[in-house]
T-cell receptor
């Protein structure tokens, strides 16, 4: 299995620009999570989906952030407009509900720098 | 609610030294416990896990035992290598949301040759 795939791996943009991050979960996984990691705040859960439906978006910091999952194999996280404080590493993770102890598998992350 | 507390780093050791990273938790019900590792520039990888009290998770020479009486899941390795340098996260899932991870803040380990 290829694991969770994220693109781009690195993104540098200017304040005010739109940024779109992409994620392909592991095939057969029915949950998808978006996280943000910064030195100050550590790992934060932004939003998660179950069977392509957003379940909890309480971690999304502002209306500038939006996420979609149009099908089981693709999700996007969009920031519009971007701000310097959005600079972070964004991780996508997927999970298949099953036996106790099954857990999430993380992608390699997208390193975002907003200038 | 659920929470995970792990020792703050950074931790710096010499190669072949003994490693302990403490982790304690608060959770509803009977949580499953995990250690994740994040190597520089990479995402988080599952290192080991334990799903019930007294279980011992192990992988790559690392071990952790689920201690319900002390609500702990300390990570240990008898002889660390330079390649073990990474950030280590303790995490749990509990209750009905058995897919939603609660993470500790992470501990940076640096192993010097």
């Amino acid at each position: 299995d290829a694991g969770v795939i994220q693109s781009p791996r690195h993104e540098v943009t200017e304040m005010g620009q739109e940024v779109t991050l992409r994620c392909k979960p592991i095939s057969g996984h029915d949950y998808l999570f978006w996280y943000r990691q910064t030195m100050m705040r550590g790992l934060e859960l932004l939003i998660y989906f179950n069977n392509n439906v957003p379940i909890d978006d309480s971690g999304m910091p502002e209306d500038r952030f939006s996420a979609k999952m149009p099908n089981a194999s693709f999700s996007t996280l969009k920031i519009q407009p971007s701000e310097p404080r959005d600079s972070a590493v964004y991780f996508c993770a997927s999970y298949r509900r099953g036996l106790a102890g099954e857990t999430q598998y993380f992608g390699p992350g997208t390193r975002l720098l907003v200038l | 609610g659920n929470s995970v507390t792990q020792m703050e780093g950074p931790v710096t050791l010499s190669e072949e030294a003994f490693l302990t990273i403490n982790c304690t938790y608060t959770a509803t019900g009977y949580p499953s416990l995990f250690w994740y590792v994040q190597y520089p520039g990479e995402g988080l990888q599952l290192l080991l896990k334990a799903t019930k009290a007294d279980d011992k998770g192990s992988n790559k020479g690392f071990e952790a035992t689920y201690r319900k009486e002390t609500t702990s899941f300390h990570l240990e390795k008898g002889s660390v290598q330079v390649s073990d340098s990474a950030v280590y996260f303790c995490a749990l899932v509990s209750g009905g949301s058995n897919y939603k991870l609660t993470f500790g803040k992470g501990t940076l380990l640096t192993v010097n040759p």
